[in-house]
């Protein structure tokens, strides 16, 4: 079975400046896609950035990319120029790219609480 | 366009009772679905729907849950009756299409806490 771990529960970052959170997942599957959600206190979850694992290149949107080891089985999140608006909890998530059984099965992380200070 | 709505927002009832979770997803979404945070874990996947019909089921965790979308539209999800172990954050979720990368849309959760 798939599994996803974000080993930070909590993170920090100055307004302005970067974050990077991690997140690591096993798999025995070679096709899959990988994805950063964001839930602000009390507001929808909302999907960041999206990775398809037969893509070599990083996935970007703006101040947010991804730094994909697709060997390591590492999926992190850097957030750029970071905004009070950023604040909030961050999970990765993983989904088969296989069709038939589970294929509606998001598979999260725990997520990480991410504060700005301004 | 609106999102995927839940109702209620927030809920608190007692050990035994029993509670309806709505669910609207976002108009013309045929897949939905339904997952849970208790506290401190992970968000779990409970069921999905295609149209009216349970495509997946393999996440519900016992028989005092039930979910239905009569007509292919809003969904319901009840507990009953409600144990302590039940308390978290219920997402209701859509998307429009079945390809597997395609993105799913969340609703805020509702909260539920079993006293």
């Known amino acids: 079975a798939q599994t996803v771990t974000q080993s930070q529960p909590e993170m920090s970052v100055q307004e302005a400046e970067t974050v990077t959170l991690s997140c690591t997942y096993d798999t025995s599957e070679s096709d899959y896609y990988l994805f950063w959600y964001k839930q602000p206190p009390s507001r929808q979850m909302i999907l960041v950035i999206r990775q398809e694992a037969y893509k070599q290149q990083n996935a970007t949107e703006n101040r947010f990319s991804v730094n994909f080891q697709k060997a390591a089985k590492s999926f992190s999140l850097k957030i750029s120029d970071s905004q009070l608006g950023d604040a909030a909890m961050y999970f990765c998530a993983y989904r088969s790219a296989l069709y038939g059984g589970s294929q509606g099965n998001l598979i999260f992380g725990k997520g990480t609480k991410l504060s700005v200070k301004p | 366009e609106a999102g995927v709505t839940q109702f209620p927002s927030h809920s608190v009832i007692e050990k035994g009772q029993t509670v309806t979770l709505r669910c609207d997803p976002i108009s013309g979404h045929d897949n939905l679905y339904w997952y849970r945070r208790v506290m401190g874990k992970e968000i779990k996947f409970l069921l999905h729907f295609v149209k009216e019909s349970k495509q997946d089921e393999s996440g519900m965790p016992n028989n005092r849950f039930l979910a239905e979308r009569t007509g292919g539209t809003y969904s319901t999800l009840k507990v009953q009756p409600a144990e302590l172990e039940d308390s978290g954050v219920y997402f209701c979720?859509?998307?429009?299409?079945?390809?597997?990368?395609?993105?799913?849309?969340f609703g805020e959760g509702s909260w539920l806490t079993v006293v």
């Open positions: 979720a859509s998307s429009q299409e079945r390809w597997t990368g395609n993105t799913i849309y």
